[in-house]
Structures are given as C-alpha cells and as structure tokens.
C-alpha cells in the first residue's frame, strides 16, 4: 500500500483492511490516515520518507510486530493488543491510544522498542491521555549500533509489566521527559537505565515507579545490566516523584 500525494491527504475507512504476512505501507510523501480497522497477519512494515505522516486512527489486530521505519512519523490514536510495535527511525507518536502490547515468541523483541538502525535522532512520543500496557520495553541499542533517542510521556500512562531497558550498550545518547502528569510504572521485572553513552531522565509534575515482583532481582539498576561506563542521571522535581521498591 502506497501514498504518494504532498498536496491532498487521503484516509482510507471501511470495515476493515488487512496486510498480509510482511505487508508493508509506504508513505512516500504527504499526510495521510488509516481510519478502517487495520488487521496484520504477520509482521509488517511501516516506511515514512521524510516529512511525511502516517496516521493509524482504527483499531488493530495484530499477527505480529508492526516496524517503523524511515525518518518520518507514524502517529497511533486508535487501540489494539497482542502485539509489538518496532521503532527504528523517525518518530512514533500515541496520542489518545490504548494498546496493550506483548512480547511473543515468534517476534522475538520486547513488546515495545527503540532501536536505533542510525544514529541519526528518534523520539517516541506517549501522550495526551494515552494508556500503554507492555510486556517489556527497550529505548536504546540491545547490541552495537549508537542511537540517539528521546523518550517523552506526557499527560499518559505508561504500565511496564516486565524487562525494561532504557539505554545504548554502544555509545549515544538516550533521554526520558516524564512530565504533565504522566504516570510510568515498571514491575515484575528488572529496570535497567543506562548502559554506555549518556542517559538522562527528567521526572517533573509526574510519576516514575519501579517496583521489583521477583524474588532476586532489583527495581531500579544504575548504569545498567552490563555496565560498560557512560552517565546515569535522574532529576526529580517541579513534584515529581520517584518510588523505588524491591
């Protein structure tokens, strides 16, 4: 599926629309919308050129893991569950969204990632009253490949139900904006925050909680689960609050 007009935007509505397995949409140009309930039978891609916009406003049903990629943005107001969703470029943005997102054996990832395939910057944007439930989360690079990544929720809640990493095992920079009331909350897993490169958090007019359900693990890991040097820093203020319990 293709778009390709700068000057009109087009949305797709019906009933519903379904990629097959590895389907793909390529937004080559402009802003456009997906409205009609989106059905995956597999994994499938998402490709943004520069400057342009994707907008998932139906529900979906996921087969797989949904990948973004390219430099432009994908935006996800609508609600879905049992899937993943794969950011390597460019920006995603929920706004107004409830997912529940899983990890599963057959995509292999955490339920919701970050990872950076340049170094060029990427964001991740949770906001305006949006409800993201995961079964694990990685913002950063797992392996080599430096990134550079900005975390913001904003005025949304985000409950991490599992493994969360925030931070490059190569060199980079990673940063996380809680702020406007933003709830984040990381349990029954280990939370690691920052690796090598730089790492920083900003906790203002919000909540961060790390809560460890498992017995020998920990809550809250500084610089992370493989240090390999870089900066750690957590700055809590303006009533913010930061809640670490083993």
């Not at 087969?63 to 049992?82: A, E, H, I, K």
Request: glycine residues 16%; negative net charge.
């Amino acid at each position: 599926l293709v778009f390709d007009n700068a000057t009109h935007a087009y949305t797709l509505a019906g009933a519903r629309l379904e990629l097959g397995a590895s389907g793909e949409i390529d937004v080559v140009s402009g802003s456009h919308e997906v409205a009609a309930p989106l059905e995956l039978a597999g994994n499938a891609n998402v490709v943004r050129s520069p400057g342009a916009t994707l907008t998932l406003s139906g529900a979906l049903a996921f087969g797989g893991t949904l990948r973004n990629s390219g430099t432009g943005t994908t935006r996800m107001t609508g609600s879905g569950s049992d899937g993943a969703v794969l950011l390597t470029d460019g920006t995603l943005v929920f706004s107004g969204a409830d997912y529940r997102f899983r990890s599963t054996a057959s995509n292999g990832r955490e339920a919701l990632e970050m990872r950076p395939a340049t170094q060029s910057p990427m964001t991740l944007e949770i906001r305006d009253g949006s409800k993201l439930a995961l079964t694990g989360l990685l913002v950063g690079s797992a392996s080599g490949a430096a990134g550079n990544c900005h975390l913001v929720v904003a005025d949304a809640s985000v409950d991490a139900d599992g493994e969360v990493t925030v931070g490059n095992r190569s060199s980079g920079s990673v940063r996380v904006d809680l702020v406007d009331g933003a709830f984040f909350t990381s349990r029954g897993g280990n939370m690691n925050f920052g690796v090598n490169g730089t790492a920083a958090m900003n906790v203002s007019n919000a909540t961060f909680i790390a809560r460890q359900l498992t017995h020998g693990g920990y809550a809250l890991n500084l610089p992370g689960s493989n240090p390999r040097g870089g900066t750690s820093t957590i700055d809590v203020w303006d009533g913010g609050l930061l809640e670490v319990t083993e």
